[in-house]
C-alpha cells in the first residue's frame, strides 16, 4: 500500500485541519489563571509558526511587523474595557 485510504484518513492529519485545539477539560472547571495560561500557550504556539514564516523573507518580516503594530492598540483597548466592566 502506497497511500492511506482517504476515509481511513483522520480530519486532523490534513491541511483542512483547524488551528485550535479543542480541549476536553470543561472550561466551567478550569480556573481563569489556567485558562488564560492554556491560550498564551496558543498564542505562542501560533506566534512562533507565524514568525518564524515571515522571517524567511524581509517582505514577509515587513508584512508581519506591521500587522502586530497595528494589533496592539487595539488589543490594550480591548484589555481596558474588559477592566473598567469587570
Request: overall charge positive; hydrophobic content about 35%; aromatic content about 4%.
Amino acid at each position: 500500500m502506497r497511500e492511506i485510504p482517504t476515509p481511513l484518513v483522520m480530519k486532523q492529519w490534513t491541511k483542512l485541519a483547524k488551528f485550535e485545539i479543542q480541549s476536553t477539560v470543561p472550561k466551567d472547571n478550569m480556573p481563569s489563571e489556567a485558562l488564560q495560561l492554556a491560550r498564551h500557550g496558543d498564542l505562542s504556539y501560533l506566534g512562533n509558526k507565524v514568525s518564524y514564516l515571515a522571517s524567511k523573507t524581509i517582505e514577509g518580516t515587513d508584512i508581519l511587523k506591521n500587522e502586530l503594530i497595528k494589533l496592539e492598540p487595539v488589543l490594550e483597548e480591548i484589555l481596558k474595557q474588559q477592566k473598567k466592566s469587570g
